[in-house]
């Protein structure tokens, strides 16, 4: 069964204090590894795709790496603005341009 | 941002009535999505469409019906709204070919 898993649940960081959130994933043939941004009362946000082991993407103080088993957002020097809940999902061969989605990690940056 | 909307963006209904949600999308493309997103589940797929009057089941189906008439619209149905399916529903979108999904800003939904 195909399924992603996020952790931590909920991550409280200083500003300037860097960390990482976890996506770990079991699926039948991966079609793609993505990140998503939702800040409270909105819509998830794409940030990235990630289709191979070893591949890395980057956007301003956030970068996503993927292993054949999980992927990785590195948060570089957060900011409070960088506070939100991060979205994990995967693409699945199983239907139509299906992906999964993990729970998510609530990030909450303090000054 | 994509051009996607969705109406209403808040509805506060009574158990038993019937619900109807719009999602409107600009970008003409061929894939949209209803997703429910509760706390602790994460999103998870209600029904989608692949093309105008092709839709299929999602993973939490069960008490909701979808159609679409028309490329940009994909509206979702709660024939007999329940307080379990008090929720936030995203609408989402993406191209052929492509796995990427880009949302609508969310109606939330409370049934009491």
């Known amino acids: 069964e195909d399924q992603v898993t996020q952790s931590p649940e909920a991550l409280r960081l200083q500003e300037g204090e860097s960390s990482s959130l976890n996506c770990s994933y079991t699926v039948s043939g991966l079609r793609g590894l993505f990140w998503y941004r939702q800040d409270p009362g909105k819509g998830p946000e794409f940030l990235f795709t990630?289709?191979?082991a070893g591949e890395e993407k980057e956007k301003e103080r956030l970068k996503a790496t993927l292993t054949k088993k999980e992927s990785f957002l590195h948060i570089t020097a957060p900011k409070p603005e960088d506070s939100a809940t991060y979205l994990c999902?995967?693409?699945?061969?199983?239907?139509?341009?299906?992906?999964?989605f993990g729970a998510g990690t609530r990030l909450a940056v303090h000054p | 941002d994509a051009g996607i909307t969705q109406s209403p963006r808040h509805k506060v209904t009574e158990t038993g009535t019937p619900v109807t949600l719009r999602c409107h999308q600009t970008?003409?493309?061929?894939?949209m999505y209803w997703y429910r997103q509760d706390p602790g589940h994460g999103l998870r797929l209600i029904h989608y469409?692949?093309?105008?009057?092709?839709?299929d089941k999602g993973e939490v189906s069960d008490g909701y019906s979808v159609s679409r008439s028309k490329t940009e619209d994909f509206l979702l149905t709660l024939e007999s709204a329940t307080s379990s399916q008090t929720s936030v529903y995203f609408c989402?979108?993406?191209?052929?070919?492509?796995?990427?999904?880009?949302f609508g800003p969310g109606t939330r939904l409370t049934v009491t």
């Open positions: 469409s692949y093309g105008v009057k092709d839709t």
């Open positions: 989402a979108i993406s191209g052929t070919g492509e796995y990427e999904q880009y």
């Open positions: 999902a995967v693409g699945s061969s199983g239907g139509y341009n299906k992906l999964i």
């Open positions: 990630l289709y191979s």
């Open positions: 970008e003409n493309h061929r894939y």
